[in-house]
């Protein structure tokens, strides 16, 4: 059964930092473009960083420097590294793999075939 399981989510204070991760089970992550987004309540879901089959990164403007998105083939896991985090930050944060793109592309949540549930981060004084 293919699935993806993301994890690290929680409570933290403005300026904190998590670590969030989406294993696969099932199938695996190498050479597969994978991204993460992630949606607010009342807001449409937003592509926020991504990572290519061959590892080639981006990000959205409004986490660029803060946000680090990483593989490690090994575990067949992804990561985000979320630092300087703001308020505007809080939602659900949800990884998505794609079957067959190489480029990795924001803007296109049907590029991506396979959505894990979600973890959510929240971030509150």
């Known amino acids: 059964q293919l699935q993806l399981v993301e994890s690290g989510g929680g409570l933290v204070q403005p300026g904190g930092s998590l670590r969030l991760a989406c294993a696969a089970s099932?199938?695996?992550?190498?050479?597969?473009?994978i991204a993460w987004f992630r949606q607010a309540p009342g807001k449409k879901r937003e592509g926020v960083s991504c990572i290519s089959s061959l590892s080639s990164t981006k990000y959205a403007e409004s986490v660029k420097g803060r946000f680090t998105i990483s593989r490690d083939n090994a575990k067949n896991t992804v990561y985000l590294q979320i630092n300087s985090l703001k308020p505007e930050d809080t939602a659900t944060y949800y990884c998505?793999?794609?079957?067959?793109?190489?480029?990795?592309?924001?803007?296109?949540?049907?590029?991506?075939?396979?959505w894990g549930q979600g973890t959510q981060v929240t971030v509150s004084s």
């Open positions: 099932g199938f695996t992550l190498n050479y597969k473009t």
């Open positions: 998505a793999v794609s079957a067959d793109q190489r480029l990795c592309v924001l803007t296109r949540e049907g590029d991506y075939d396979y």
